[in-house]
């Protein structure tokens, strides 16, 4: 396995080459999953429904088919804003593909025979068909889904130039990207901005970061020239102290991104500069794993809960559960849940880290630090969708606001749902952070952990965990 790196060497990509989106960056995240899953289920659907009508049950050798299929046509292709032409073509191309696979398998394991006739040659037009049909009802019922998720995100664009100006236009007349454009940040006098009477303006560049900070932008494009390196350098920085995703529409040569590659935006290419790793398919996946891990794990360690928290209340005074506020995904506050540990339950703004001998913390909680039993309950933060198993720890909001003004990118590791453990806590910055040095470190590894993330690490760094809550006492 790869280790995660601590810098990306880009190559150059030009803006005008031909990219494939891996994921629409200005999509719903929901309508994202159901476009991954559309063209097999129907696939599937279709197989069962010709199954049932022509030999009324079925059986295991379609089963098992069924698995097969879906497997080979998952993740569905992102084809909702594809003209008619290319959907009907890329439908049938990908279906033939999938279909000769399956005809080849079972001629080649002298299996075909196992499968009625009838029910292939029906399903070779049935599958396509049904994909066809449900990709232009998708079309229909895309605007409301986007709707489910809530507020559209917040977007500006800086430099109001002709890329700029098509980029606004396409956000403008796509109904389901969830994208608001707020508007322009551009230097340039008004006479040499493309379309400045069509389109607001809401300040210059060096305004950009305050903006975006005081308003909650989620999404910032830069449409700016290669002649601007200086200055789109300088634009970064100020940028990381946000959790705002950052996208290059011009073509440019970067070495330090967050989850960078070429993708598209309402058929734009565009260069992603500081994003989340979970997208699309990726943060289904991420997702659904965190569910089904942390529902398992309450269900086995219920019985510990239980005794954790009548320890907790018969050995100090005060609550058995301590409740403190945090910073979440793109810095909103959230309410962690924690084991008392302590003789306080400080939530200020000032709140002092625990250190070594710290005479707040209590005989049994001591032990459950050392052994980070405390953090149990955050696994019900999983279940709400404030938390991910893996991911970078929340640090106290007073930690925060004091850490974001000395740590360059320290804002960027919001980009993600924070974790009840993460790559920082298995490679020895677990515990007391009592100089900036270490604070750096640990920030180093949660952006590591963005640019290199997978399942399999995730499923690493639980292993890693496991094993430091036996031998590990830096935690105090």
């Given at each position: 396995?790869t280790?995660p790196?601590?810098?990306?060497?880009?190559?150059?990509?030009?803006?005008?080459?031909?990219?494939?989106?891996a994921?629409?960056?200005?999509q719903?995240?929901?309508?994202?999953?159901?476009?991954?899953?559309?063209?097999?289920?129907?696939?599937?659907?279709?197989?069962w429904?010709?199954?049932?009508m022509?030999e009324?049950t079925?059986?295991?050798s379609w089963l098992?088919?069924?698995?097969?299929?879906?497997?080979?046509?998952?993740?569905?292709r992102?084809l909702?804003?594809?003209?008619?032409r290319?959907?009907l073509g890329?439908?049938?191309?990908?279906?033939?593909?999938?279909a000769?696979?399956?005809?080849?398998?079972?001629?080649?394991?002298?299996?075909?025979?196992l499968f009625?006739?009838?029910v292939?040659?029906?399903?070779l037009?049935?599958?396509p068909a049904?994909?066809l049909?449900?990709?232009?009802a998708?079309r229909s019922?895309?605007?409301h889904?986007?709707?489910?998720q809530?507020?559209?995100?917040?977007?500006v664009?800086?430099?109001?130039?002709?890329?700029?100006?098509?980029?606004a236009?396409?956000?403008?007349?796509?109904?389901?990207?969830?994208?608001?454009?707020l508007?322009?940040?551009?230097?340039?006098?008004p006479?040499?901005?493309?379309?400045?009477?069509r389109?607001?303006?809401?300040?210059?560049?060096?305004?950009l970061a305050?903006?975006?900070?005081?308003?909650r932008?989620?999404?910032?494009?830069l449409?700016l020239?290669m002649a601007s390196?200086?200055r789109?350098?300088e634009l970064?920085?100020?940028?990381?102290?946000t959790?705002?995703?950052v996208y290059?529409?011009?073509?440019?040569?970067?070495t330090?991104?967050i989850?960078?590659r070429?993708?598209?935006?309402?058929?734009?290419p565009?260069i992603?500069v500081c994003?989340t790793p979970?997208?699309?398919?990726?943060?289904?996946l991420k997702?659904m794993?965190?569910?089904v891990l942390?529902?398992?794990?309450?269900?086995l360690i219920?019985p510990?809960l239980?005794g954790?928290?009548?320890?907790?209340?018969?050995?100090?005074?005060?609550?058995?559960?301590?409740?403190?506020?945090r910073?979440?995904l793109?810095?909103?506050?959230?309410?962690?849940?924690?084991?008392?540990?302590?003789?306080v339950?400080?939530?200020?703004d000032k709140?002092q880290?625990?250190?070594?001998?710290?005479?707040?913390?209590t005989r049994?909680?001591?032990?459950?630090?050392r052994t980070?039993?405390?953090?149990?309950?955050q696994?019900i933060?999983?279940?709400?969708?404030r938390?991910?198993i893996?991911?970078?720890?929340?640090?106290?909001?007073s930690?925060?606001?004091m850490?974001r003004?000395?740590?360059?990118?320290?804002?960027v590791?919001?980009?993600?749902?924070?974790?009840?453990t993460?790559w920082?806590?298995?490679?020895?910055?677990?515990?007391e952070?009592?100089?900036?040095?270490?604070m750096?470190?640990?920030?180093?590894m949660?952006?590591d952990y963005?640019?290199?993330?997978?399942?399999?690490?995730?499923?690493?760094?639980i292993l890693?965990?496991?094993?430091?809550v036996?031998?590990?006492s830096s935690?105090?």
């Open positions: 396995m280790e790196r601590s810098a990306l060497q880009i190559p150059h990509v030009p803006a005008h080459t031909s990219v494939a989106s994921a629409a960056l200005a719903s995240r929901l309508l994202a999953a159901v476009e991954a899953i559309l063209e097999p289920v129907c696939i599937v659907l279709s197989l429904v010709l199954v049932l022509f009324g079925i059986g295991s098992v088919a069924s698995v097969v299929a879906f497997a080979l046509a998952f993740p569905g992102r909702l804003r594809s003209a008619p290319k959907v890329s439908i049938l191309m990908a279906w033939a593909w999938t000769g696979l399956l005809l080849a398998m079972g001629f080649a394991t002298d299996q075909i025979h009625s006739t009838e292939i040659v029906h399903w037009w049935l599958a049904s994909q049909v449900t990709h232009w998708l019922v895309a605007p889904l986007v709707r489910l809530g507020p559209a995100q917040r977007a664009v800086v430099g109001l130039n002709e890329q700029g100006s098509m980029l236009d396409r956000l403008s007349d796509t109904p389901y990207t969830g994208v608001k454009l508007g322009f940040f551009d230097d340039r006098e006479e040499r901005q493309v379309g400045h009477e389109h607001r303006m809401l300040g210059r560049i060096p305004e305050a903006y975006v900070k005081a308003n932008v989620q999404l910032i494009y449409s020239p390196q200086k789109i350098k970064l920085d100020a940028l990381k102290d959790t705002a995703s290059f529409v011009p073509d440019m040569f970067v330090d991104l989850q960078g070429p993708d598209m935006v309402c058929g734009m565009v992603s994003e979970f997208r699309g398919p990726a943060g289904v997702w794993s965190d569910i942390a529902s398992i794990i309450l269900v219920s510990i239980l954790i928290a009548i320890a907790v209340k018969l050995t100090s005074r005060g609550p058995a559960i301590f409740r403190q506020r910073y979440g793109d810095g909103e506050q959230i309410i962690v849940y924690k084991f008392r540990s302590m003789t339950a400080e939530d200020g709140v880290q625990a250190t070594k001998g710290d005479a707040r913390i049994l909680g001591a032990f459950l630090r980070s039993l405390d953090e149990l309950p696994f933060n999983v279940l709400q969708g938390m991910s893996v991911g970078p720890r929340p640090h106290a909001v930690h925060n606001e850490y003004g000395l740590i360059k990118s320290y804002m590791r919001h980009k993600v749902r924070p974790g009840i993460g920082a806590q298995v490679n020895g910055f677990r515990g952070t009592d100089s900036l040095d270490k750096e470190g640990r920030i180093r949660d952006l963005l640019r290199s993330w997978s399942l399999r690490l995730d499923m690493r760094i890693r965990t496991i094993r430091l036996f031998k590990d935690a105090y």
